[in-house]
């Protein structure tokens, strides 16, 4: 079955460490993104990847860090000059990027706590 | 800018009620629009989409219509269940951008 995943599950981790979230999919698709989602509240982009090898910052992309050395994988992590990361991690991803209105799909998430 | 607003929440409704969850977008251009599901710690599910005015996205018993009149696309069950429970998100995109634009979700409780 294709999709999205993300690991681990739940996550946590004390202050001032780094930490780095997987998110791995099997779709073929182009474009994946990293949201960050906090209780009660919507979600807000961190990163975006259109391509291989190039990402754009979001909306809150201060404090966090992406790689896009593979198609199939989008890595965030959480440094630790980000202030409150204690938050729901969401991955999506779409088939293509600029340019199209392809439906965005999801990984289940990563829960983040800093002790 | 684009951007969505959707109803506040919470809603509460009892087994077998009407639902109605209102979406309202600011868009640019001609955006698809989307409703997304949550359940309790998990990732967003596609629960249906319209890519174009006057289409009508459904699944489950959920329905919506894509009025571009109006710039809504309001979220719609006839009978809402107990397993319907859930944060509901409305969405849109643009092929002129490559962003997703969500609204803030809509909590929906149903109770037996």
């Known amino acids: 079955d294709g999709g999205i995943t993300q690991s681990p599950k739940y996550l946590f981790r004390k202050e001032g460490q780094n930490v780095t979230l997987s998110c791995e999919q099997n779709?073929?698709?182009?474009?994946m993104y990293w949201y960050r989602q906090d209780p009660g509240q919507g979600l807000r982009l961190i990163y975006y990847s259109q391509i291989v090898n190039d990402f754009q910052k979001g909306d809150i992309a201060e404090g966090y860090s992406v790689s896009r050395e593979k198609k199939e994988s989008f890595p965030l992590t959480v440094t630790s000059a980000q202030k409150n990361p204690t938050a729901f991690y969401l991955c999506?991803?779409?088939?293509?990027?600029?340019?199209?209105?392809?439906?965005?799909?999801f990984g289940p998430g990563t829960r983040l706590t800093v002790l | 800018g684009d951007s969505v607003t959707q109803m506040e929440g919470p809603v509460t409704l009892s087994e077998e009620a009407f639902l109605t969850i209102n979406c309202t977008y600011t868009a640019t251009g001609y955006p698809s629009l989307f409703w997304y599901v949550q359940y309790p710690g998990e990732g967003l599910q596609l629960l249906l989409k319209?890519?174009?005015?006057?289409d009508k996205g459904s699944n489950k018993g959920f329905e919506a219509t894509y009025r571009k009149e109006t710039t809504s696309f309001h979220l719609e069950k006839g009978s809402v269940q107990v397993s319907d429970s859930a944060v509901y998100f409305c969405?849109?995109?643009?092929?002129?951008?490559?962003?997703?634009?969500f609204g803030t979700g809509t909590s929906l409780t149903v109770i037996p």
């Open positions: 969405a849109l995109t643009e092929n002129t951008g490559n962003q997703f634009y």
């Open positions: 779709l073929n698709h182009d474009a």
């Open positions: 319209a890519t174009k005015a006057d």
């Open positions: 999506a991803s779409t088939r293509r990027g600029t340019g199209s209105t392809d439906t965005q799909y």
